[in-house]
């Protein structure tokens, strides 16, 4: 009995005898823990001055300091954010083979893939090999690509050979037919499917290195076949003014854009803006600016408004001259944008401050965008080299609205995300290309040959019903995707 006591007794002893450990000879111990809170610490600071909601946070008291960061940030930001972000600082960006593919997988090898190459960063190893958007990778190496290597052979940074198909009409075979097919009396008719088939063609992928992803990633003049409609378009990848050794580097690509429309009388713009998820509020001034009538020259483009601690950050963004710089005003009085469920931010504010319902209409083709009608602004800590983006104003346009979601006019939505489901491939062609099944209904939309008055009978051999099971991007595309940011 009494050795139970003892041991009853001894343990509220040693918590004691713990505790006090902190705090023996009248010395407060708790500061040797002070660096391990330290950034947790000052990413709460930034948020109590600078964040839009405040008055949300919880105190002190109330949170756990020994978190990493992104964990802290998503236990103290609002219920209602999923904009805020914390990110840390690399010194040198993570070396790439440059394309993003989506995995589909194989009609024919029930474990196997075909990766279709969704986008590529034009002079990387990818380019360099010869791939294009709507290409099909069947085999890297010897290797059919399966769920359990996929990692390995795609996302890797050793040269490989790629085995390349070719979306192809191919006649069913006699064993593939139904039984209603083959039913005696009844006449039989040649049957046909799309799928992936080998080409024949092996192209070298090089080994994978750190590589640039120019935010201006295509742009060309378009004269339609039977047509005087001279068309511009721009594929704008992100918002991003430059790098951090030539900071206009990028907008004086939007700039020499807009020179060359300009000189070929571009008389409308197809701005493509299905993979831009971001970027920064100078960028969209920029190409607002290049964008809007000229009659909107100085006029109020957008409106931010902060928290009540920073009211004097309260800003009126004009369409501004000034920003044109060697670029120049298009005069344009209406704007074709190929959106996506990926457009966020900076995107979705171009559009909205352009918008005028009388005056500047807007067709947008492709699918809703993502809804963001609030901006971030980077806080960064050098010591440990981390950054803190909190929402910390909301972004109204000319007419003081914020909307939500940007929805594609009714009769124009051409879902990019079908591809989900039923799907031609053999209009998933590189941006630019007018025979794109995105560009060509805005190029259709401005010829007034879409919406087709009669629906047109589909060929349904070419389709199939494939389902992506992943996408993946790679490391440098698309930089930005912090949806709006201010400097």
């Not at 097919?181 to 008719?189: L, P, Q």
């Not at 994978?208 to 990848?237: F, Q, W």
Request: proline share 5%; aromatic share 10%; with cysteine.
């Amino acid at each position: 009995m009494m050795t139970k006591l003892r041991k009853i007794i001894l343990i509220p002893a040693l918590v004691i005898v713990f505790i006090s450990g902190f705090f023996s000879c009248g010395v407060d111990r708790w500061p040797e823990y002070a660096h391990q809170t330290a950034l947790d610490t000052w990413l709460l600071d930034i948020m109590q001055q600078n964040y839009l909601w405040y008055q949300e946070l919880p105190s002190y008291n109330d949170v756990n300091l020994f978190l990493e960061p992104d964990q802290f940030l998503s236990k103290v930001k609002s219920k209602n954010d999923s904009y805020s972000f914390v990110d840390s600082i690399m010194e040198t960006p993570l070396p790439t083979y440059g394309f993003d593919y989506s995995l589909v997988r194989s009609a024919d090898i029930d474990t196997a893939y075909n990766a279709l190459i969704t986008y590529v960063i034009p002079g990387s190893p990818a380019a360099q090999a010869g791939l294009v958007r709507g290409d099909w990778i069947m085999k890297v190496d010897t290797s059919y690509i399966s769920k359990k290597y996929e990692t390995k052979l795609l996302q890797g940074t050793e040269a490989r050979d790629l085995v390349m198909g070719i979306w192809e009409k191919v006649k069913v075979e006699e064993g593939d037919k139904t039984k209603a097919d083959t039913e005696e009396g009844n006449k039989e008719e040649e049957k046909y499917v799309y799928k992936v088939i080998p080409n024949g063609i092996t192209k070298k992928l090089p080994a994978a290195r750190v590589v640039e992803d120019n935010p201006v990633h295509e742009y060309k003049i378009i004269s339609p076949p039977e047509s005087t409609t001279i068309i511009g378009y721009l594929m704008y990848n992100s918002f991003t003014a430059g790098t951090k050794t030539e900071p206009e580097k990028y907008n004086n690509e939007l700039r020499k854009v807009s020179q060359e429309f300009l000189a070929a009388g571009v008389e409308h713009v197809i701005l493509d803006l299905r993979y831009n998820a971001g970027g920064s509020l100078d960028c969209v001034q920029l190409l607002g600016t290049i964008l809007t009538s000229s009659a909107r020259l100085n006029e109020p483009m957008a409106y931010l408004e902060y928290n009540d601690k920073n009211r004097d950050k309260d800003a009126t963004i004009n369409f501004d001259p000034d920003v044109l710089k060697t670029g120049v005003n298009l005069n344009q009085s209406s704007l074709y944008a190929i959106t996506s469920s990926t457009t966020a931010g900076a995107p979705e504010m171009l559009i909205r401050s352009l918008f005028l319902k009388d005056s500047y209409p807007i067709a947008t083709i492709g699918s809703s965008t993502k809804g963001q009608t609030v901006a971030t602004e980077q806080f960064i800590n050098e010591e440990f080299r981390w950054s803190v983006n909190p929402v910390v104003c909301t972004v109204y346009n000319s007419t003081h609205d914020d909307w939500g979601a940007i929805v594609p006019n009714d009769k124009l939505k051409v879902s990019e995300t079908s591809i989900d489901g039923v799907t031609n491939y053999s209009e998933f062609l590189p941006f630019g290309d007018p025979n794109e099944r995105l560009l060509k209904v805005a190029i259709g939309v401005i010829e007034g040959t879409y919406p087709p008055q009669e629906e047109e009978e589909e060929d349904k051999s070419s389709k199939a019903q494939f389902k992506i099971e992943k996408s993946v991007s790679s490391p440098a595309s698309r930089r930005f995707t912090g949806g709006l940011r201010l400097k």
